[in-house]
């Protein structure tokens, strides 16, 4: 009886719309609106999207498909992209401030001045990945993430210090 419960309340507090992807706001965004502040696009399909200058500041995108993406100069400070696939985006001049990059895979991205102040990027596989005139990277953030010798860092920092 305890688990069935339990199976009931995880059932009724995981379908609640606040963990879904907003269908509304993701339209929105591909239709070309500037601006989507704190925006729930959850699980959103961007593959191939053209969003530079885009402010997505604070918006969750969490398991977003950004594949080759081309995301300049757009604003990402404080988003959610843990477990993204940001597989060949293009990333140049982009805020990435305090985002969430947890899991998110990067490979094979360019990063050419972004900047990457205060980013978690616990997880986050950079194999290949531009961040050679990326700001605000740290040697610290790059102990918790997985690079290797195609990895591309800025002057003084090293992918020897990465997770293998």
Not at 10 to 18: C, E, H, S, W, Y
Not at 58 to 78: F, I
Not at 96 to 125: E, R
Not at 144 to 156: F, M, Q, R, W
């Amino acid at each position: 009886m305890k688990r069935a419960l339990i199976a009931v309340a995880l059932t009724t507090f995981i379908g609640l719309p606040a963990f879904a992807q907003d269908a509304s706001q993701i339209a929105t965004v591909k239709q070309g609106a500037a601006s989507c502040v704190g925006c729930n696009l959850f699980q959103a399909d961007f593959s191939m999207d053209d969003l530079s200058g885009k402010n997505l500041s604070g918006s969750r995108l969490r398991q977003s498909n950004l594949e080759v993406a081309t995301l300049d100069k757009a604003n990402l400070s404080k988003a959610d992209l843990s477990v993204a696939n940001l597989f060949g985006v293009r990333m140049q001049g982009t805020n990435l401030k305090n985002a969430n990059l947890k899991d998110a895979t990067l490979v094979g991205g360019w990063f050419g001045g972004a900047d990457f102040t205060g980013a978690n990027l616990d997880g986050a596989i950079l194999s290949g990945a531009y961040l050679k005139t990326a700001r605000g990277l740290t040697q610290a953030q790059l102990a918790t993430a997985h690079c290797d010798a195609s990895t591309e860092l800025p002057k003084g920092l090293s992918p020897n210090m990465c997770k293998r």
